[in-house]
């Protein structure tokens, strides 16, 4: 099974930072694509910034210039450095991968073999901005 396990988050006021981490583990073969999300109350779940294993970045636009994603492949893990924090960066963020995992039973038996992709997600940690 596998698992993403989330940590950082909090409270901070206008302007501060916080750092989000989250490290996969589990069967694990490959990370294609790796990042975050968020929620707040009443409104879909969207994405804030997403890197692929070549380090290629990806940020929402209201992020760009003050959010920074990382990647450590080797530790499988994924940081989310926010800094000039605003009220509205309140929300849940999850922390998201695309993992690949065992071959499928199809594509060895037709002998082209091919890994399972699967999307995971977070528990959720709560990041609250005061005005």
């Known amino acids: 099974q596998v698992q993403l396990a989330e940590s950082g988050g909090g409270s901070v006021q206008f302007g501060g930072s916080l750092r989000l981490s989250c490290t996969a583990s589990?069967?694990?073969?490959?990370?294609?694509?790796m990042g975050w999300y968020r929620q707040v109350p009443g409104k879909g779940r969207e994405v804030v910034a997403t890197?692929?294993?070549?380090?290629?970045?990806v940020y929402q636009d209201s992020v760009k210039g003050r959010f920074a994603i990382s990647r450590d492949n080797s530790k499988k893990t994924v940081n989310l450095q926010m800094d000039m924090l605003r009220p509205e960066d309140t929300a849940v963020y999850y922390c998201?991968?695309?993992?690949?995992?065992?071959?499928?039973?199809?594509?060895?038996?037709?002998?082209?073999?091919?890994?399972?992709?699967?999307?995971?997600w977070g528990q959720g940690t709560q990041v609250t901005v005061s005005p």
């Open positions: 589990g069967s694990i073969y490959g990370l294609p694509n």
């Open positions: 998201y991968a695309r993992i690949l995992g065992d071959f499928t039973r199809e594509s060895v038996f037709y002998g082209r073999p091919k890994r399972s992709e699967s999307d995971h």
């Open positions: 890197m692929s294993d070549s380090g290629d970045p």
